[in-house]
């Protein structure tokens, strides 16, 4: 009985200690999420690799100035994509993405077609490329109300013939200091 205890608690524990730590160097607190390429919700961005997804504590407060505050990276095979690329991967991602969350909260209002408009940024420190600018969209995980995430996302290669896309996202404009110090932070310790 003893060794039947002991096969089933390593059998249960088993996939929690062979999954990945998220490369996202979050603080503590922030809800983790992994997802392999293609990803379920938007299969037609035809990257191979894996989407890492931190959400801040304020993510859901959905009235608030750092509501929907999150990070997520791509850490794909693939080359440098410019502006018009990315914007393109940004509306197929959330159109797809807030599809999927209404038609499971029944949501029944017409979605508002992702419009995403980015500009250079100066790279960050560790960081190839980057880009700034606001993801227009809806809320289906609310009221189904319109959304403006402002952004910065950052792109390098790594080894192994691997490409980081590194998104940050909120609603709170990227000239205020909360929570942007804190999303340049992650970005800026998240290892290749």
């Not at 089933?8 to 088993?14: F, K, M, T």
């Not at 990945?20 to 961005?45: D, K, N, Q, Y």
């Amino acid at each position: 009985m003893l060794f039947f205890r002991l096969t089933l608690i390593i059998a249960l524990a088993w996939p929690l200690a062979a999954r990945p730590a998220s490369p996202i160097a979050a603080p503590e607190g922030w809800r983790t999420e992994t997802f392999p390429f293609p990803l379920a919700f938007a299969p037609s961005i035809p990257y191979e690799g894996t989407e890492h997804v931190r959400f801040s504590p304020a993510w859901s407060k959905w009235d608030q100035a750092d509501g929907f505050t999150y990070v997520y990276m791509w850490d794909i095979k693939r080359t440098p994509m410019e502006a018009a690329r990315l914007e393109r991967a940004l509306q197929v991602y959330f159109d797809g993405l807030l599809e999927n969350v209404a038609r499971g909260r029944e949501i029944k209002e017409d979605p508002v077609a992702t419009a995403v408009t980015l500009h250079p940024l100066a790279a960050p420190s560790g960081w190839a490329d980057a880009y700034a600018g606001s993801v227009f969209t809806w809320n289906p995980f609310n009221k189904g109300e319109d959304l403006r995430l402002y952004a910065e996302i950052a792109q390098r290669p790594c080894p192994e013939g691997r490409m980081q896309i590194f998104f940050a996202m909120s609603k709170a404009k990227r000239t205020e200091t909360e929570p942007w110090t804190q999303l340049r932070r992650i970005r800026a310790a998240t290892a290749c």
